[in-house]
């Protein structure tokens, strides 16, 4: 496959991004995926969706016996408009109302429940392999994708995630209190990392990226040059080729 950047890379490549809520994966991950002329795969949208979908339903998002009972009724679907993942239930595009703080705490109940974690797994690995992509979540590097050839595991402190966390919401013109937020981030954290499937750690072979005091576009500018270095890495020097004929 031939990527926006030339001939660097001849077949697939994946880039995994893990990292607890609010440390800039998917910011980084979308603007590192353009740059490089990547596909952008946000899972959390689709543990997102799931969570909607389970409080829609009017299902306690925290049960995982109705949480299950859920799946075989949600018809979850990734479409790009744009070049812009977009998250569909059904015929509805829930790309902003799976963005809301409840939506977020339901994302994370929904993603402790190994049916959903199995139901989001094979979707995910598909749409990976049908192209060059950078994927951001909890469990890429280690469960999702383990053969990632690029692992960035990016942190950030929690404040500085309640930070940027209420920013945005201000910008949405949702004003929540920064005590709250960073309440939320620290039980997200807390959850995600410490579910028994698939908790949220960084994989062996990961990179440690932390963004506090980085802006985003530092940080995707950073994944791009290790990516680029990975890539520049496995191309065959031209005495090895010699020695070959
Ligand atoms: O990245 P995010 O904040 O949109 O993710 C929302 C929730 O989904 C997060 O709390 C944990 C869950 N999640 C997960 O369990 N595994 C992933 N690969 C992505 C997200």
Redesign the pocket.
Known sequence: MKTAWGDCLSDIMSVAI?GP??AG??TAARTAAAALGFAYI???????AV?LAVRRAGKDTADPEEVAACLPGIHLALRYLSGVQHVFLGDEDVSEA?RTPEA??A??D???VPAV?TF?LGA?RELALRQSSV??????GTV?LPDARVKIFLTASAEERADRRCRELRAKGLDESYNNVLADIRR?DE??AN?PI?P?RPADDSIPLDSTGMSPHEVAAEIVRLVRLAAAAERPQSNEIGEVI
């Open positions: 893990d809520s609010g994966k998917s946000d899972t959390g949208a689709m543990y997102r969570g799976i977020s705490l994302a994370s929904v993603g402790r974690r989001l995910q994927l951001d979540g909890r469990d890429i999702v997200r959850q995600d579910r698939a949220l």
